[in-house]
């Protein structure tokens, strides 16, 4: 018995040191580590006009309350139910990580974690949710680490900021906007108790998706909110009748607030390094938040209701590269996918104008003509029979200047073919476009793929008569002080013809002029009625992508629908787009002048029959077609 006793002393004591030389360990190596509690950087984001349209804490798009800003209620049911030591412990509490691997010992794996709020904010900030030994080991070094070097309120704080509240929601703040609509300081107990139910399985205990879950654990939130005198008996039975609804959305996010366009701020700032050297700044950005609510209007007054389609559109101020707008999709709660500058889809014929520039540099013009009929093209020992839109052709020769208005594929594959296919690859590469580029005789028709975002920057150089625009989401940031610490440089290079550009562009105002067509109408007939000014344009249609873009001197809009699986769509589908975007440009140019160009020097117009390239003949529809001085028809000369 002696000796029993005698061993059961000795395994004390060696359990007590082991404990203690475990303890001295961690804390040893736990001073070493050096982690630091993110320091909040305050960013207010304004839109071109001087509209505020979000509110950045940090490198995320989550507001950020202080501690004396969260409701009392929030703070207890949070330690009532997560760790009711917080305030005397040093970042663990061995207690609870007994009892946590007694549990797991028993059950054979990982079920319970004995995690403190400090060792929670740990793993928020700089660990994986993965469930291991050695995740566990390093949480509780870096949570004394934190311990020793910052006060329980600030960790509480930043804590509360770091939770996910399931439905995409990081942070207290967000979390009452977003079930509530009310900020931390102004939830009642029920409330408070909903939110600190969510954290221990943000989808299991969703108010909103499994509300009898969330209830159970409230209940039991506001039970040991009484058992440690947090609330009275009363304030427990009150909060437990209460009827709850839930808000389900974050405003900030809507789209009313450029959601899409706030993600692309977001990597700009995050290129910049403005997080890392600065402590508060105000910036700038090319936004127009009336053009977002024109635009938004147009896709709810044309968008099919109930169809899967997507949509994107992207908008520059061709004279400063400013983007004025951006739209990723139908709804941003729905997808948050950018598919403006992220979705690679091919532009049929959108892509043509690049082609026609190409050729205007090589001596066409928009009198030169192809005849346009079907046509078996040989090429590299293989047949290429490239068709025009419900295999209509004119059985004549054509004009440039017709082939662009209707989209005359026959005559863009000549073109293309004349010029050698390597000449068209160039120049999108000249223009700016990093996605692959297939050097085929279909790249003439839009076979390889784009992003919507590049299109129309290829566009602005149009628009911009040659300059080498380049977009800008940020125009200007300003710190504290007022101190300019970043400004958009837009003095763009002329990088292109003038003249090739003013031609292309005016060539390119007949797809709304249907007085061309022979015998198919201009693919941009059916909105022309709508348009009071003049545009520049060209629409797109593959089996799975439809585009409309279009621009004057004041503005480049590109409007792309299609399915994100690329499913087929028929034409009749997507007659929208084309009224999305004659809306989006009648409205945001509403009062201002013609937005067009003054004609180059060395160009000169000529009144002849636009779609023969020739001399109007008695009775034949004659309007100006514009010439370099040096490239004039021949039968000018005659």
Request: hydrophobic letters at 35%; aromatic letters at 12%; proline letters at 3%.
């Amino acid at each position: 018995m002696r000796k029993l006793l005698k061993l059961i002393k000795y395994l004390f004591i060696f359990t007590v040191l082991l404990v203690i030389i475990l303890a001295g360990g961690f804390i040893y190596y736990s001073s070493r580590l050096d982690y630091k509690i993110p320091k909040i950087v305050n960013v207010e984001v304004y839109d071109r006009n001087g509209e505020k349209f979000l509110t950045l804490n940090n490198a995320s798009k989550q507001n950020y309350v202080r501690l004396e800003d969260i409701d009392q209620d929030i703070i207890d049911a949070f330690l009532s139910i997560e760790d009711k030591k917080f305030y005397s412990h040093k970042g663990i509490d061995l207690l609870r990580i007994g009892g946590a691997l007694l549990a797991n010992l028993t059950n054979k794996e990982i079920t319970q974690g004995g995690s403190t709020i400090t060792q929670q904010y740990a793993r928020n900030l700089f660990l994986s949710s993965s469930k291991n030994i050695k995740r566990k080991i390093e949480e509780i070094m870096i949570a004394i680490n934190l311990e020793a070097k910052y006060t329980k309120d600030e960790i509480l704080e930043g804590y509360l900021n770091s939770i996910y509240f399931d439905h995409g929601i990081y942070g207290i703040e967000d979390a009452c906007r977003f079930y509530f609509n009310k900020p931390a300081k102004d939830v009642t107990l029920a409330e408070a108790a909903t939110l600190a139910a969510i954290p221990k399985g943000p989808v299991h205990y969703s108010p909103i998706n499994n509300p009898e879950n969330n209830q159970k654990r409230r209940f039991l939130i506001l039970d040991e909110m009484y058992e440690d005198g947090k609330i009275t008996e009363l304030e427990n039975y009150s909060a437990k009748q209460k009827t709850l609804e839930f808000y389900g959305k974050l405003d900030r996010i809507e789209d009313e607030n450029a959601p899409y366009y706030q993600d692309l701020v977001m990597k700009e700032l995050e290129k910049l390094k403005i997080f890392d050297h600065y402590d508060n700044v105000k910036v700038y950005t090319g936004l127009d938040l009336n053009f977002n609510r024109i635009a938004l209007e147009a896709i709810n007054d044309h968008f099919p209701a109930g169809s899967e389609l997507e949509i994107a559109l992207y908008a520059l101020d061709p004279q400063t590269g400013a983007v004025l707008g951006c739209i990723g999709g139908r709804d941003y709660n729905s997808s948050a996918y950018n598919r403006a500058t992220m979705a690679l889809r091919q532009p049929g014929s959108a892509i043509k104008p690049f082609l026609y520039y190409a050729a205007l540099e090589h001596g066409f013009s928009p009198a030169t003509t192809f005849k346009s009929t079907k046509t078996n093209f040989y090429v590299n020992g293989q047949v290429y029979a490239p068709t025009n839109f419900n295999d209509i052709y004119p059985e004549r020769d054509v004009s440039m200047a017709y082939a662009i208005a209707v989209s005359d594929n026959i005559y863009a594959i000549k073109t293309h073919l004349f010029l050698g296919t390597e000449v068209m690859v160039k120049t999108l590469k000249d223009f700016g476009f990093t996605t692959p580029i297939n050097d085929n005789v279909s790249l003439a028709l839009g076979t390889s793929e784009v992003y919507l975002s590049e299109l129309v920057q290829g566009y602005a150089r149009f628009a911009s008569l040659g300059k080498e625009v380049k977009p800008a989401y940020i125009t200007k940031i300003v710190d504290s002080k007022g101190k300019v610490i970043y400004e958009n440089k837009n003095d763009f290079k002329q990088k292109y013809s003038k003249e090739s550009t003013f031609i292309l562009s005016e060539t390119m105002t007949n797809v709304f002029d249907n007085r061309l067509a022979i015998n198919i109408s201009t693919t941009g007939a059916q909105i022309a009625n709508k348009l009071t000014r003049k545009y520049a344009g060209k629409s797109g249609t593959t089996n799975t992508d439809n585009w409309m873009i279009g621009y004057n001197a004041d503005i480049v809009l590109g409007v792309w629908t299609g399915y994100d699986k690329k499913k087929f769509i028929e034409n009749s589908e997507v007659r929208f787009i084309k009224y999305i975007w004659a809306d989006i440009m009648e409205n945001y140019l509403k009062g201002r002048g013609e937005c067009w160009y003054e004609v180059p020097e060395n160009v000169i117009s000529i009144k002849i029959n636009p779609t023969t390239g020739l001399i109007a003949k008695k009775n034949e529809y004659r309007k100006d077609l514009y010439f370099k001085a040096d490239n004039l028809p021949w039968y000018i000369f005659g």
